[in-house]
């Protein structure tokens, strides 16, 4: 996003999607390139509002095909979460709430960290 992790929304480093109405909020980077993924560090809105970040999904694409998805266990995360990835190749990362919960999805920051492959 843009490297500062600050969870404090007025600080003006936290996104957020702008229609509680609509269902399965999202998130999606385009790494311009293709990456051994190896670790993906969410970071979660510590002024208030974590619950936004609560169920979120994590989908690896590669090319447009989605190669890898985790699902965060139920509840809200903590301010950081750490995921490891099974050595799964990709190109794009999307954040995103189930489609049953809707509501507002805000992050902090998202970092993907892995090996750019040549």
């Not at 996104?15 to 979660?44: C, H, M, R, Y």
């Not at 139920?74 to 049953?100: A, F």
């Amino acid at each position: 996003m843009d490297g500062d992790i600050n969870g404090n929304y007025f600080d003006g480093s936290v996104t957020a999607t702008n229609d509680f109405l609509q269902p399965g909020s999202w998130w999606k980077v385009d790494l311009l390139g293709i990456f051994d993924i190896e670790t993906i560090e969410i970071f979660n809105r510590q002024d208030c509002c974590s619950s936004r970040l609560s169920d979120f999904i994590v989908t690896i694409y590669n090319q447009g095909e989605e190669v890898w998805t985790y699902q965060n266990p139920p509840g809200i995360p903590p301010y950081r979460t750490i995921i490891d990835v099974p050595n799964i190749k990709g190109n794009e990362v999307k954040v995103s709430l189930p489609e049953e919960n809707g509501g507002f999805l805000s992050l902090a920051e998202v970092i993907v960290q892995g090996q750019e492959l040549v």
